[in-house]
T-cell receptor, first 114, second 114 residues
């Protein structure tokens, strides 16, 4: 079975500071990994995805994530936080069967302080 | 840009009422999904469909039912709503090619049952 664990349900940073959101996965097959962002009262929007190409993946809004197989991690980073980055962030792994299902982590709320 | 629409966005109803949450996509995707999201919690898959006349139960048991008569339409129905059904329901679709497909989400339907 596949699973995702996001370390830290709430992360608070100052505007301009580094953003680091942690995600660890468990998978018996090579995983496909995703980060989604959810703003209040909206659906989920894809930030970036890892699909077995480059291990460093660049996404929208200045975010990037690095796939580390040895650590089973896919942490999300951004060098400088903006107020507009405040949102809920979800890490997800593709399901083990060819159904297209994604298994989501519990989410991390990012707070950005002025 | 994703074109997947959910209606209603917000619904407040009394116990025992029948409700249908609508979901439509204009991308021609074969696979569609319903996720349930409680406040501050992760997303749980409750239904999915591979195509017309195909529906499957997801990982989280739900009293709701779905149908897929047309490719673009994937409605969710609750025959008799209860307060325990209060939640946000997110619809998504995917073209799912070889395991790298992303999910495109609607903006969600927030259901409150009194």
């Amino acid at each position: 079975a596949q699973s995702v664990t996001q370390l830290g349900s709430h992360v608070s940073v100052s505007e301009g500071a580094l953003v680091l959101l942690r995600c660890n996965y468990s998978s018996s097959v090579p995983p496909y990994l995703f980060w989604y962002v959810q703003y209040p009262n909206q659906g989920l929007q894809l930030l970036l995805k890892y699909t077995s190409a480059a291990t460093l993946v660049k996404g929208i809004n200045g975010f990037e994530a690095e796939f580390k197989k040895s650590e089973t991690s896919f942490h999300l980073t951004k060098p400088s936080a903006h107020m507009s980055d405040a949102a809920e962030y979800f890490c997800a792994v593709s399901g083990s069967s060819n159904t297209g299902k994604l298994i989501f982590g519990q989410g991390t709320t990012l707070q950005v302080k002025p | 840009e994703a074109d997947i629409y959910q209606t209603p966005r917000y619904l407040v109803i009394g116990t025992g009422k029948k409700i249908t949450l609508e979901c439509s996509q204009t991308m021609g995707h074969d696979k569609m999904y319903w996720y349930q999201q409680d406040p501050g919690m992760e997303l749980h898959l409750i239904h999915y469909s591979y195509g017309v006349n195909s529906t499957e139960k997801g990982d989280l048991s739900s009293e709701s039912t779905v149908s897929r008569i047309r490719t673009e339409h994937f409605p969710l129905t609750l025959e008799s709503a209860r307060p325990s059904h209060t939640s946000q329901y997110l619809c998504a679709s995917s073209e799912w090619t070889g395991g790298t497909g992303e999910l495109f989400f609607g903006e969600g339907s927030r259901l409150t049952v009194l």
